[in-house]
């Protein structure tokens, strides 16, 4: 399982983008004065503030060398965390360090090979862990096996890993003391993106969680999600003719966002979707062939109908196919830009 993204909730907004781009030196991707974005590795993290004092465990994994690094640059900033024996450099299956960050989160530091393999060279690899305190450890594994697969064996009534070398929910009971400090565990806001067998989402009954698990794709291209983007001069128009002519669901949209208008379209939902964008300059756009086509495979003939019949409502007739193929069973239709849809009466491919 594969920690993809984590959305967390921050008080000190300010002191936090300080803290997690000067001092553990993650690049910062986006910024508002609502929240930014930073990246530990391969994983995203969101940080939005908010005005309660949220509280978490977050374990980040490094090299030998990055390690050795940090710890001298977080001893320097006094935040680290001695256990019980007054050590603050420990060993657990590898160097090990705890730390706290301006909003006091316990965090790890965790030193381990990159995907099994040793690398060399200053940087983090991911976070690795996660933590997750619920009422009821044994109801919390019942829900995961769900969505995901457990390879943890390590297990009790008021802690668990779940998960797998690649990445763990840590699951406390709520009240629990974080390791190694006195403070009990409680739940606060957390959005998680992972990787799993197949594609599948979890909102937690009690607790204020949402997991995301999203298949990779087979083969040299680990990718999760699919989009098509294309730019337009008159995006409502394509609006009205994907939206309500064709029927598709819009899953996304911004507006001025550094001067760009845009809308996301499902085929049918987020995996795979199309995005229309519009700038606040005039583009010069290349006239399509009359082979660039979206070929939609509808099933159902009366449903095909019925697209047909709203499009031409609208204005939006057939035309006749450059492939005589696609005359077979489908229809051919023009959007305003001059691009081509095929809804073939067809199961498909």
């Known amino acids: 399982m594969k920690i993809y993204q984590l959305n967390l909730k921050c008080h000190d ?15 910062l991707m986006a910024e508002t004065e609502h929240y930014f974005t930073i990246m530990a590795g391969t994983t995203k993290i969101l940080f939005e503030k908010d005005e309660t004092s949220p509280f978490y465990h977050v374990c980040f994994r490094t090299n030998a060398d990055y390690y050795e690094h940090m710890y001298q640059k977080l001893g320097q900033e006094s935040v680290l965390i001695s256990n019980e024996k007054g050590e603050y450099s420990m060993f657990w299956k590898g160097k090990q360090a705890y730390f706290v960050d301006p909003d006091g989160n316990i965090l790890e530091m965790l030193e381990r090979p990159f995907n099994g ?14 933590g997750l305190p619920v009422p009821n450890i044994a109801d919390m594994e019942r829900e995961l096996n769900k969505i995901l697969r457990n390879e943890q064996i390590d297990s009790s009534e008021t802690f668990a890993f779940y998960g797998d070398t690649q990445g763990v929910f840590v699951l406390v009971k709520e009240g629990r003391y974080w390791y190694p400090t006195e403070r009990p565990a409680v739940s606060s806001p957390i959005k998680i993106f992972a990787s799993g067998d197949k594609d599948a989402t979890f909102k937690h009954i009690e607790c204020p969680y949402e997991i995301i698990v999203r298949k990779e794709w087979k083969g040299s291209v680990p990718a999760v999600q699919f989009r098509i983007a294309r730019p337009t001069n008159q995006l409502e128009k394509l609006i009205d003719f994907y939206e309500k002519g064709l029927g598709l669901e819009r899953i996304g949209e911004f507006w001025q966002h550094e001067g760009y208008d845009g809308i996301m379209l499902g085929l049918p939902d987020n995996q795979y979707h199309i995005e229309f ?25 009366f449903e095909r109908e019925k697209i047909v019949n709203r499009l031409a409502c609208m204005g939006y007739r057939e035309v006749e196919p450059e492939n005589p193929y696609w005359g077979r069973g489908g229809v051919t239709i ?5 691009w081509r849809i095929v809804l073939m009466n067809t199961a498909g491919i």
């Open 13 to 27: 907004l300010d002191s936090m983008k300080v803290f997690y781009t000067k001092v553990l030196e993650m690049e």
């Open 117 to 130: 393999e040793e690398e060399e060279g200053l940087g983090w690899h991911d976070v690795g862990e996660i």
């Open 277 to 301: 964008t519009q700038s606040e300059e005039i583009m010069e756009l290349p006239h399509p062939t009359k082979e660039h086509l979206f070929v939609f495979y509808v099933a159902n003939r």
């Open 334 to 338: 023009e959007d305003p830009d001059g």
